[in-house]
């Protein structure tokens, strides 16, 4: 497998959403490609025509489900989007195209009230009254967000410490999570890591971790870099004991970013 790919199929970290900041890279929302997020999923029922004001006023009931998220974004390439102002709240709803929008609007009404992952695409700056919240984004899936707690005892903390230490581009702290023979030299050595990771345009995103046994992990990722753009991949991780430590000791990606 080519550096390049094997570099691009260890990518993860704890949320999608970076803070802003000067010198943060926005969404740009003139991409084509999935956009994940992790939030706190609630469903609101705001006022609509004829004034816009309350519903106990004689105002359409407008219900949406809305996505707070952990960390406020910025986002370009919207006329109705201002990239300096912070982004906390997405509304979402079920991509129509997909032929999965019943499932979807059941998924909603569920997992409301509980941490979220979403995917989808297209989404758009608000810029009607029927829009009640500064971005908005069709969803093609929605799930439980990954739960940190659910790793402890199992050799996922030592997957989830890696990829944490990648989010900072710290390749020295990374490397010592994998097997020592792979430390030294090629795609898991430090100096590979940090020469990577160390260049993202947005930080790492971790969609989930799901263990597929008692050693291998299968690792949902969301990340952009530059002149690549943003790629929503997939990996498994395979870990070993090694004097009785749990190591990494190789990592397979599952897409071609």
Known sequence: MPQSRVLRSVLALSIWAIPVSAHAACIDLKQKGSLSFVGALSYKIFAGPPNYEDVRKGDTPEPAYILSLEAPICATGDEFVDPGKPIQQIQIYPEETNGASPALSRDLRQLTGKRVSVEGR???????????????????????????????????????????????????????????????????????????????IVPLALVDIVALGADQYRVRYSYVASGTGRCNGESVVRTIKVSGMNLIESIRALSDC
Not at 178 to 200: E, M, Q, T
């Open 122 to 200: 297209s989404a758009f700056g608000a810029h009607t009254g029927h829009h009640h919240a500064p971005l908005l984004l069709p969803i093609t899936r929605i799930a439980i967000a990954f739960d940190p707690a659910k790793a402890s005892g199992t050799a996922m903390t030592t997957v989830q410490a890696f990829y944490l230490a990648l989010g900072a581009a710290d390749g020295e702290e990374a490397s010592k999570y994998v097997v020592p023979d792979k430390r030294s030299a090629g795609p898991l050595s430090a100096k590979a890591l940090n020469g990577f990771y160390s260049k993202l």
